[in-house]
C-alpha cells in the first residue's frame, strides 16, 4: 500500500523545512521541495498549493500546543511554582518540536514578519510573557520574564559549535530562564 496522506504531509514539511535552512525561504521554490521528494508539482499541489501552506501547517501545529500551554497557565493560581512550570512546559514543547521549525523562525524573521502565522505566533510569545510577570508587575519583572522565554529559544542555536547534547542544551536554558523568574516579586494568589 501507499503511504498514509499523513506521512506524505510530513514528509513534504520535513523537506521544505531542510531546503528553507540550505537556501532561505524565498530562494526555495516548490518545484525544488517536488524534486528533493521525487514526486511531481501536481502531488506536491495536492497537499499545499503554496510554501505559505507548508510554513502555516507547520506553525498551526506549534500554535495549537502553545494555546494548550497559555489554557493551562491562566487555570492556575499565579505562584512562583506555576511560572517555573510554563517555563518547563514550554521547553518541552520547543525541544519536543525540534529545532527545525524554531530555527525557520529565526533565519527567516522578514518573513516571519510577512506571514500571518508570524504575527499569531508574536501573540502567542507575549500572552506567555504575561503569565510569567502581569503588565502591573515592575518593568524589570516584565524584562526578565520576556528575557526567560527568549533564553529557551535561544539556548536551541546558542551552543551549535560546541560539543553538547540537545538535553544538555535544553538544561542550560531552562536553569537560565528558571533564575530570571525565581527573583521576581510576582504577586502570589
Sequence with gaps: MGEHRGDTRARIQAVALELFAEQGYEKTSLREIA????????????HFKTKE?????????????LDDLIAWGREQPATLET???????YADQLYGSGPGIMRFAQ???GTMRDLAVG???????????????????PLTEQLKSAMAVF??????????????????RRATGIAVA??????????ES
Excluded: M, P, W
Excluded at 533564553?151 to 544538555?168: G, H, K, Q, V
Design 119 to 137: 504575527e499569531k505566533l508574536r501573540c502567542r510569545v507575549k500572552d506567555l510573557i504575561e503569565l510569567l510577570a502581569d503588565r502591573k508587575a
Design 178 to 187: 528558571l533564575e530570571l523568574i525565581s527573583g521576581s516579586s510576582h504577586a
Design 35 to 46: 524534486e528533493r521528494l521525487n514526486v511531481t508539482k501536481a502531488a506536491l499541489y495536492y
Design 107 to 109: 533565519e527567516n524573521q
Design 151 to 168: 533564553t529557551l529559544n535561544a539556548a536551541l542555536f546558542t551552543f551549535r559549535d560546541y560539543d553538547i547534547t540537545e538535553e544538555e
Design 53 to 65: 501552506d507548508i510554513i502555516v501547517s507547520l506553525f498551526d501545529d506549534a500554535l495549537a500546543r
Design 83 to 89: 511560572r517555573q512550570e510554563l517555563v518547563r512546559r
